[in-house]
């Protein structure tokens, strides 16, 4: 059963689209527990577009499994969109995420002998959504730009077009949030680029929260807010700018 949190607190966590509350996560390795997150905590807005960047080992991608729903913390809390999803069963999580939050995956996860539009219809027949699920999905598809790809299979279409049918499908049930895991990850240079301004795009139009875990600098550079992960622990969070995200004169980018 779900903590309930202080009032004070509560009402906090209301206001925003996330907020992470002294998350810690460990593994237990033989006799020992291995530490992977060390007391995260922060808050994202509702319509802010916010990438947590970090090294391989940072731990950036339990922390991205646990704001998803995927995995439990050691100890802490989780709300998304003013619901603590930290102590809930199996069954209750999946109608959450279902309802509040969408996932684009590194590796698009689409369901190969469905074509784009039954991939996005695919979470709207989960749960209760108003509106016809075809309707809904031929609409989400346009949103991203693939109105003409709607009967196309993923082995029909290029990278970056399945990249956007997983963004469909993320949009498809009205989430609080959308996470993304190294969105541009599988993508070329000019696919990447489309992507971001995609993802801009959306964020401006339909102010949806967008919280994207990447390696890339160039994804960091676009978002608004960079919250950098070090050893399990925030070790900055502001703009890209003061999270060190600077592009040079000659347009390349330090590694994040």
Do not use: C, W
């Amino acid at each position: 059963m779900a903590q309930t949190a202080p009032a004070g607190a509560a009402d906090a966590a209301a206001t925003t689209a996330l907020e992470v509350r002294d998350v810690q996560r460990s593994f237990p390795i033989g006799r020992e527990r291995i530490e992977i997150l060390h007391g995260i905590s922060f808050r994202v807005g509702h319509g802010e577009f916010v990438a947590i960047v970090g090294p391989s080992g940072s731990g950036k991608s339990t922390l991205l499994g646990i704001i998803a729903g995927l995995d439990n913390p050691t100890s802490g809390q989780v709300f998304i969109d003013g619901i603590e999803i930290t102590h809930m069963s199996e069954s209750q999580l999946a109608g959450v995420r279902n309802r509040k939050i969408g996932v684009v995956f590194q590796a698009f996860n689409l369901i190969p002998t469905l074509t784009a539009q039954e991939n996005v219809e695919v979470p709207l027949y989960v749960g209760n959504h108003p509106g016809s699920p075809s309707e809904r999905a031929a609409a989400m598809l346009a949103l991203v730009g693939l109105e003409h790809r709607l009967a196309h299979k993923p082995n029909e279409m290029s990278g970056g077009e399945q990249q956007r049918v997983a963004i469909a499908r993320a949009l498809a049930t009205d989430p609080a949030i959308v996470i993304m895991d190294e969105p541009t990850g599988n993508l070329d240079a000019h696919n990447s680029e489309n992507v971001l301004h995609l993802i801009a795009d959306l964020q401006r139009r339909t102010g949806t929260t967008f919280v994207i875990a990447t390696h890339d600098p160039t994804v960091a550079a676009a978002a608004q807010r960079v919250i950098r992960i070090l050893d399990g622990r925030v070790v900055a969070d502001g703009s890209p700018e003061s999270a060190g995200i600077i592009v040079a004169r000659s347009g390349t980018l330090p590694p994040v």
